[in-house]
């Protein structure tokens, strides 16, 4: 089946070959469609149609690139956040435990440690008496993992860029400066660095009572310190989900750079 070339068809055919016309304003007729015919018997026409869908070609590069951009990115994890993935899910991690750790002294009711439960001691001369109590060894046990959880937030967090998380981090620092006197009281000591350290013996002899104003209930200190976890990890979150390293501009999201980027792979 042959193609069939109707000539007196309009005769401008392309857009393309408008500048061939005389430009001393008289019209070239059929002339035009010969001088047509010479510039694809001799290449010209391939030439000036490469050059013209050039364009297309780099649209394909342009859409292959954003592809495989992509394609990189989730593999990598590679996020628009100011810190890395390791950083961010490290701090919400820590923050999780301390806060679980937090409600656990929080608790009340059955589940709380801070129940009074009968306690048999024995005399010198072994006789035993059974007497209400807290169970204190139980109690220091909790609130050890508790500073354990604490320290190891503030160290996760410490490593953030992020102005959210480095400010609620600020906070609960603040929180525990708030009742520095009554954690010295249960051997509980602020060190230099805002992290905390318990002394057994002075925690195991001190007023139950002043413990448990300090870790039991909505309005202690470990409410508050679980409140201050809960929205560091809230922020560091909400840093993860920024999935997207280029802007609508093909620039860097927020804080990033082409060093940043490759920093956050090794």
Known sequence: MGIKLNVNMKQDYSYLFQGLSSGNGSS???????????????????????AYYAKDDTAKEVVSSVKENKKNNNKLNTSASADSAKVLSDIQASSEKLKDTADELIAKGKDSLFEEKDITAT???????????????AIYKKVDEFIKNYNSL???AAKSSTNKILNKSLSLINVSASNE??????????????TLSVDEK???????TTVKSLFNGNSSYAYRVSAQASLIDFAASTESSKANTYTMNGSYGNTYSSGSIFDSLF
């Open 123 to 137: 005399d010198e001369n072994g006789h035993a008496t059974t007497v209400k109590g807290y169970d204190t060894d």
């Open 202 to 208: 002075a925690f195991k002899s001190a007023n139950m």
């Open 181 to 194: 006197n009554l954690l010295g009281k249960v051997g509980i000591t602020i060190n230099e660095d805002d």
């Open 28 to 50: 070239l007729g059929n002339l035009n469609f010969l001088s047509d015919y010479a510039s694809i018997k001799n290449g010209s026409y391939g030439k000036l149609m490469k």
């Open 154 to 156: 503030l160290e996760n």
